[in-house]
């Protein structure tokens, strides 16, 4: 069997880590791939954008099956293009993939069923949404309508802050097309909590569910990043919050994409705030969150392989999705720098390793080979290293003592992964 994963970061090697795994033995390709990408499948040099290339290679050289990691792909139809082709593949169509594209369809749809979020305004015009920015309660968050690489979203504590939210999606275009509308809502508090779930549109099956980092420093200090580490499960998320979650949140969704003449099918992400009030959604996401996947992938013992093929078929409920008990904790790696400006080419040393450690796998995110086939970083976000335990703690201590056998020139990485987690443990 001849499958193809297209992206190019940590998500898609964990993915191609699991399904290398796979009783099946599929021959492995990627798009494009990335350094480490490379010892587990053959990388075509074509990028994750560019879907009438992706569709046409995976027609022209027989693919089986596609499994689309980006979201980017995802909302320009990659899904679609290989369907009309007659090539199944695992992710949303384009008009499901709305949820993660479109912030205003994902609220208005929560607002039409009920569905538990921050309550918001929408506005297409700058000056009606500066006039709003100017009276709404303080914090408020401003949000750009479509993707924006994870940098969309500004949390403003003062009337200026908005204000220049505002200015910069709006007025000055920073995000082009994706802030020419904004979702201005009120600022909600609580533990977040990301849930990822393998959906066929009906059934669904939530993983382990994770507490993300996305600050770039400790303390939660810095910029906000595509993500600097994840710990799973989070033990915010107790069995009566799931129950809860399911209830009215998880299969409202679904029911109300369908009602939507939207089913959506693939891999959907639930980003959580625990409120007072209850559990709301902060945001949806269309396919496995980066580096979410990187620390649920490696709890799952079952075949991966096999759970996509049953969403694919619309036949979830059949299939066999376990997950082993225990933690995980997954420490990402960075340019100095990320996320504002860093430099790529920096020798990368002792991630091989750091990987052979027992319970210890290290995903490669921005990573190449160079002209004497050495690993150099080629990104911000450059490895994820993740750890598998019997115990939160474990797993923490573990995924640190990999890190530390890992070096490159302006190497960073945040220290107190998981700490907050810990706390709470007691």
Avoid at 70 to 79: I, M, Q
Wanted: aromatic letters at 6%; hydrophobic letters at 45%; charged letters at 20%.
């Amino acid at each position: 069997m001849k499958v193809l994963v297209v992206g190019g970061g940590g998500r898609e090697h964990a993915i191609l880590s699991k399904l290398a795994q796979s009783p099946k033995a599929p021959q492995l390709y990627c798009a494009p791939g990335n350094g480490g990408i490379a010892a587990l499948a053959r990388c075509v040099p074509i990028r994750a954008t560019e879907v009438e290339a992706i569709a046409d290679w995976a027609q022209t050289n027989a693919m089986d099956y596609v499994v689309i990691g980006p979201d980017d792909p995802l909302c320009l139809g990659l899904f679609d293009l290989l369907a009309a082709r007659g090539i199944p593949a695992f992710g949303p169509t384009k008009a499901a993939a709305r949820i993660e594209g479109s912030k205003v369809f994902a609220k208005k749809l929560m607002r039409r069923y009920n569905i538990p979020t921050a309550a918001c305004e929408i506005f297409s015009d700058a000056e009606l949404a500066l006039r709003y920015a100017r009276i709404a309660p303080l914090p408020m968050v401003v949000k750009a309508d479509g993707l924006a690489l994870g940098k969309g979203v500004v949390i403003c504590h003062t009337r200026d802050e908005a204000e220049e939210a505002v200015r910069d999606m709006m007025e000055r275009g920073r995000f082009g097309a994706a802030g020419s509308r904004v979702v201005v809502e009120e600022f909600l508090e609580g533990p977040e909590v990301s849930v990822l779930a393998f959906t066929d549109g009906v059934t669904i099956r939530p993983m382990a569910s994770g507490m993300d980092h996305k600050r770039a420093l400790d303390g939660d200090g810095g910029l906000n990043t595509g993500g600097m580490g994840v710990i799973a499960p989070n033990p915010f998320y107790t069995p009566q919050v799931a129950e809860e979650c399911m209830r009215t949140i998880f299969l409202p969704t679904l029911a109300a994409m369908r009602a939507e003449g939207a089913p959506f099918k693939g891999c959907l992400y639930f980003g959580l705030m625990l409120t007072d009030s209850g559990p709301k959604v902060i945001e949806y996401n269309c396919r496995f969150g980066d580096p979410e996947a990187q620390a649920m992938l490696p709890l799952l013992t079952s075949d991966l392989l096999e759970i996509l093929l049953h969403v694919t078929a619309g036949t979830l409920g059949e299939a066999d999705v376990r997950f082993r008990d225990g933690a995980s904790c997954c420490v990402v790696l960075a340019s100095g720098g990320y996320p504002q400006a860093y430099r790529t080419g920096a020798v990368i040393e002792g991630a091989k390793e750091a990987g052979a450690m027992p319970g210890v796998s290290v995903f490669h995110a921005g990573t190449r080979l160079d002209g004497e086939n050495r690993l150099v970083t080629a990104g911000g976000r450059v490895l994820g290293v993740t750890a598998v335990d019997d115990t939160l703690p474990g797993a923490v201590r573990r995924a640190y003592q990999a890190s530390d056998m890992i070096r490159f020139e302006g190497m960073h990485c945040r220290r107190d992964i998981g700490a907050r987690a810990l706390q709470h443990l007691g």
